[in-house]
Structure formats: structure tokens, C-alpha cells
């Protein structure tokens, strides 16, 4: 069953922040996070593993909530480049495969 | 830098035709990923390949099939193409190392499939 990432879409204006969630029915064992610009491939941009650690560069972290199975992406001050499509990828269950949420739609205006 | 390129952009071809898509990955990665994309349905995985000649099946492989001859290429195969097959094809590739937990999977640009 794919991850739900809420919300599903979202308009900010220059220098806002944003937060996308990733909730998961089943026990994560990692969580990544992608960003997809339109007509372009799905560019990596975290992992985040079992533990609850928080990661990020810039001004973009995301935080892994293993007991409630969820994640979060923080995007602070956006910028026009940040616009794009972010899709979570959750690892379950210790398998080989990511399963990808439906994706959020982030457009960051002047 | 990572680049996994797929052979084809755009691709039109008619109902029950045999389809092949191409991918070519240039890391020595073990893991090759084949995804379909559709508006409001995210990235689903039709299959995977964590090595020459091993194969898994994804969330939807019904009406598809792989092969990985080399460790660099990873071919999907539409057995004999349908409309509701028409969509976005991404291929990815990663490292195997620690599962893939913690690989950052390397995508292409993507094939859009139509059907006629």
C-alpha cells in the first residue's frame, strides 16, 4: 500500500516555508525523499533511516517518526527552484523495494 | 554523476504490438528499477532486478515482463500492449550495498508510452 503525503498540493510565496508529510501503514525502515521538476527525472535528495534522526542540507531537513511511522519534509525560505513535484519513498518490512507515495505538488510564486 | 538513459523519449505503438523499453545504466549498479507514472498515482514499481538474470515483481507487474541480460541494461517488455498501458516509464538504478534502505536510487528521463 503506498504512503499517504499530505498535503497534496501547495502554492507559497517566495521565502515561506512548507512542511509535506509521508504517513506509512506499515513499520518503515527507511524513508527517502525525491523531488521531481516537470519533464524531468525524480532527483534524490535524502534518506532518512530507523532512529528518528534528522537530516537535511541547506534549508531543506526532513525528520523520521518510526513510532508513528511517519516522516516530514521541512522547506524553509523556499525559493523559485524549489518548485516541483516531492514524492516519499518508504521502505517496509526490510525489503528491497521503495514504495512511493502519490506525490505533492510545491509551486513557490514571486 | 550517475546516468542511467533510457532509449526512447516518446514511443507510439498500436494495441497488442510487443513494446520494448530500454534502460542503460553507466555505475555498476547492482539494483535496476522499472516505474510507471501516472497523474495522481505517484511512482508504482512494475519490477526490479537486483542482479543479472534475477528479477522480482513489483506492486504491478500484470501484463509486463523484464530481462537483464548484463548488468548494465534492464529491459521492459510489454507482452502485447494495451490502452491502460499508456503512461510514463521511469527506469532507476542504485547500489545494493546495505539493501536498499539506504541507497538513493539515479533515475532516467523517462519513456512516454502511448497505445493506440
Known amino acids: 500500500q503506498q504512503p499517504v503525503q499530505s498535503p497534496q498540493a501547495v502554492i507559497l510565496r517566495e521565502g515561506e516555508d512548507a512542511v509535506i508529510n509521508c504517513s506509512s501503514s506499515k513499520a518503515l525502515y527507511s524513508v527517502h525523499w525525491y523531488r521531481q521538476k516537470h519533464g524531468e527525472a525524480p532527483v534524490f535528495l535524502m534518506i532518512?533511516?530507523?532512529?528518528?534522526e534528522q537530516k537535511g542540507h541547506e534549508k531543506i531537513s526532513a525528520s523520521f517518526n518510526e513510532k508513528k511511522q511517519q516522516s516530514s519534509l521541512y522547506l524553509t525560505a523556499s525559493q523559485l527552484s524549489y518548485s516541483g513535484t516531492y514524492f516519499c519513498g518508504a521502505v517496509t518490512g526490510g525489503g528491497n523495494k521503495l514504495t512511493f507515495g502519490t506525490g505533492t505538488q510545491l509551486k513557490v510564486e514571486l | 554523476d550517475v546516468k542511467v538513459t533510457q532509449s526512447s523519449r516518446y514511443l507510439v505503438k498500436r494495441t497488442g504490438e510487443k513494446v520494448f523499453l530500454e534502460c542503460v545504466q553507466d555505475m555498476d549498479h547492482e539494483n535496476m528499477f522499472w516505474y510507471r507514472q501516472d497523474p495522481g498515482l505517484g511512482l508504482r514499481l512494475i519490477y526490479f532486478s537486483y542482479d543479472v538474470k534475477m528479477k522480482e515483481k513489483g506492486d504491478i507487474p500484470e501484463g509486463y515482463s523484464v530481462s537483464r541480460e548484463k548488468k548494465e541494461r534492464f529491459s521492459l517488455i510489454l507482452e502485447s500492449a494495451s490502452t491502460n498501458q499508456t503512461s510514463m516509464y521511469l527506469c532507476?538504478?542504485?547500489?545494493?550495498?546495505?539493501?536498499?534502505?539506504?541507497?538513493?536510487?539515479?533515475f532516467g528521463d523517462g519513456t512516454r508510452l502511448s497505445i493506440l
Open positions: 532507476a538504478s542504485s547500489l545494493i550495498t546495505g539493501g536498499a534502505s539506504n541507497q538513493p536510487q539515479h
Open positions: 532518512l533511516l530507523k532512529g528518528g
